[in-house]
């Protein structure tokens, strides 16, 4: 294997053998913009077996997340409560509306919001908290909607990667005021571009219709409430292709065994690996007893920035493609703008340089597993004695507390 041929890629879309037969379906019944018979089937699964009120379909999350700003009714100077460590669209989808995102670091277990760093960040100027459910672990939403309450504060669930999660038994993305999904093609399912907005308050269902469907009033004429279709308020098209409704619901029919396969692949890595947690040479994912996860994302911690490099190129040696992400917002071109420097949000900062995600994906084997397993303990096997000794006493303090966070 030369260097740069991968054997093992990060991400395989997931596709589950019936996408064909429904694209054809839909160009054969010739209705291909918004809300057919896809779609409507896609919306109503997602009302009965997810309990989700009322899901609207988007041609992304970060259309849901835009729609979510406009009906928080975002002026300029208004302030956003969100974590550093996420996708860009969460942040944007009010900044283009003039908020400015208020960031909140996140705790080491979970990498999710720090909910207890809210209550130092609330001013007069606070409209909204964004809890952003990382790897599809949720937030500590009981914290969450107390603060909110207290505070007055609308909640956003960025649950872009928690379809079929829980926290509590309850949906990610139902908990909240609204709540946005994502089926991109990185996500769990799939319609290469794709996501939904959740309005879980009756009172935005309205205004909600009028935004997706450009600024007018269609739904209620088509719903014959309304006498003439025409221009109501302000607006966009956030509607997806029917093309794209039938390709999800291909996918949306059998989540529950995309769901179980997943988790399948995850435990396999997680057991295989937390051998290596005892010497506190890793961190493994997380996940509170109150959470149902949907195992979105499986990631390593590793000791140092460096140690994190390494295996990186180790894996990538080995035909492996392992990623690492976010660049935290505070300390990107826009971040700075804000007017946040590299050291305002430490842990966000440490993670984003020590995390290391292995290939998850819907159609990843065994054997390939196996092998990426097999590269990750090789590394493990030689490379204490290339640590400093001053990174190995401050990685060890960090570890004593590895073994509680995996009992949780
Ligand atoms: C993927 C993702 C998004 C964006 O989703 P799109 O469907 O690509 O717009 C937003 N937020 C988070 C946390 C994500 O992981």
Known sequence: MGPGMVAIPFNVPTTTGTELRYLEEAIRLGALTADGPFTKKCSQLLTEKYGLRYPLLTPSCTAALEMAADLCRIQPGDEVLMPSYTFVSTANAFVRMGAIPKFIDITADTLNLDWR???????????????????????????????????????????????????????????????????????????????????????????????????????????????????????????????????????????????????????????????????????????????ESNHHIFHLILETPEVRTELLTHLRKGGIQATFHYVPLHDSPMGHKLGYRLGDLPITEQMSARIIRLPLFHAITIAQQERVLDRVLSFFKKPLCRLKSSKMRHSLTEARDFPSLLRR
């Open 117 to 291: 760093l809210i209550e130092k960040l609330v001013t007069a100027k606070t409209k909204v908290v964004v809890p952003v459910h990382y790897a599809g672990v949720s937030c500590n939403m009981t914290e969450i909607l107390r603060l909110a309450s207290q505070y007055n504060l609308l909640v956003v669930e960025d649950a872009a990667q928690a379809f079929g999660a829980k926290y509590r038994g309850q949906a990610l993305g139902s908990i909240g005021d609204l709540g946005t999904y994502s089926f991109h093609s990185t996500k769990n399912l799939n319609c290469g571009e794709g996501g939904a907005l959740i309005v879980n308050s009756k009172s935005f269902l309205d205004r909600s219709f009028v935004i997706r469907d450009k600024g007018t009033n269609r739904q209620k004429f088509l719903a014959g409430t309304a006498k003439k279709y025409t221009w109501v308020d302000s607006g966009s098209s956030y509607v997806p292709s029917e093309l794209c409704s039938a390709f999800l619901l291909a996918q949306l029919e059998v989540a529950d065994e995309i769901l179980a396969r997943r988790q399948e692949r995850y435990l396999f890595y997680y057991r295989a690996l937390l051998p290596l947690t005892n010497q506190g040479l890793v961190r493994l994912p997380s996940i509170p007893s109150d959470c």
